[in-house]
């Protein structure tokens, strides 16, 4: 005869004890700061000893850092975070639990300075489109002072000679998409659930609300706003509002325009060029 002993189950303030200690062991982790000139790299991190890594850098528990890898000065890579390939981030930029920037493809992936870039995110991986080829060089390029937030995905370029580029001042909301060799420019607020296709170009202080979709090609001219839901299929004029389930002009973007300083005697004769444009008499 035996007796069989059989461990009983932690108790439920036991687990919760568990988890609250190991979640505060991650947070102390997260948030230590390393000196102006030391770096911080957490055992649990894998960083592949080819890495280029800057002075004052904090790289969090479970982090992957690749060979080709240059990480600027004063980065934080928070838990679970991971640079791929050939790789670049600037000075101070951070990376959210989750984030993947690069990949293991021929090419580069280039983040500017004050980057930060969202939980789950996913910056400068291979594109979607069937014009790429396995092999080619593919780049994507990225200013300074961007916030990309939670669940956004950003693809390279398509083709050697092209590439993916996002400006400056940039607010990228969740869950939004940048396709291939898509050319965004600076102080552009995308609302989440954002969906640029492939080529489309926006200039500068474009302002779409949420679960807009814009065709591949198409142009967002500076100082637009596209209403939520919209689908834009055409270019989009400069300095005016448009909406719908194939948007239409709704008039100037007047609110926008206010916002950014323009002055009444500046809206005014925006609104004569509208009319003449857009409202010609007898048309």
Do not use: W
Not at 111 to 130: R, S, T, W, Y
Request: hydrophobic share 35%; proline share 3%.
């Amino acid at each position: 005869m035996f007796s069989l002993h059989v461990h009983k189950p932690l108790s439920a303030t036991l687990r919760t004890l568990t988890l609250v200690h190991f979640s505060r062991t991650l947070s102390d982790v997260s948030n230590q700061k390393p000196s102006e000139t030391t770096s911080f790299i957490h055992p649990t991190a894998v960083v592949h000893p080819d890495a280029v890594i800057g002075q004052g850098v904090s790289i969090g528990p479970f982090c992957t850092v690749g060979s080709s890898a240059k990480i600027g000065n004063a980065c934080r890579l928070y838990p679970g975070s991971h640079i791929f390939g050939n790789t670049e981030l600037g000075e101070r930029c951070i990376l959210m639990t989750g984030t993947v920037v690069g990949d293991d493809l021929p090419g580069r992936t280039v983040l500017g300075c004050n980057n930060i870039i969202g939980h789950h995110a996913v910056v400068g991986i291979k594109c979607q489109d069937m014009k790429y080829k396995t092999g080619d060089e593919c780049f994507l390029e990225v200013g300074d002072n961007n916030e990309i937030r939670e669940h956004t995905s950003i693809h390279r370029s398509s083709k050697s000679n092209e590439m993916t580029v996002i400006g400056d001042n940039n607010l990228i909301m969740g869950s939004c998409h940048i396709a291939h060799d898509c050319k965004v420019g600076n102080d552009n607020i995308f609302a989440n659930n954002t969906l640029l296709a492939g080529h489309v170009v926006v200039e500068d202080y474009a302002h779409t609300a949420g679960a807009t979709v814009v065709h591949q090609f198409c142009c967002i001219g500076s100082f637009s706003f596209i209403g939520g839901g919209s689908v834009v299929s055409q270019d989009v004029p400069r300095y005016v509002m448009v909406s719908g389930e194939r948007a239409e002009l709704r008039g100037l973007n007047l609110e926008g325009l206010r916002r950014r300083g323009f002055s009444m005697q500046e809206v005014r004769s925006l609104r004569t060029a509208y009319r003449n444009i857009f409202m010609p008499i007898g048309a």
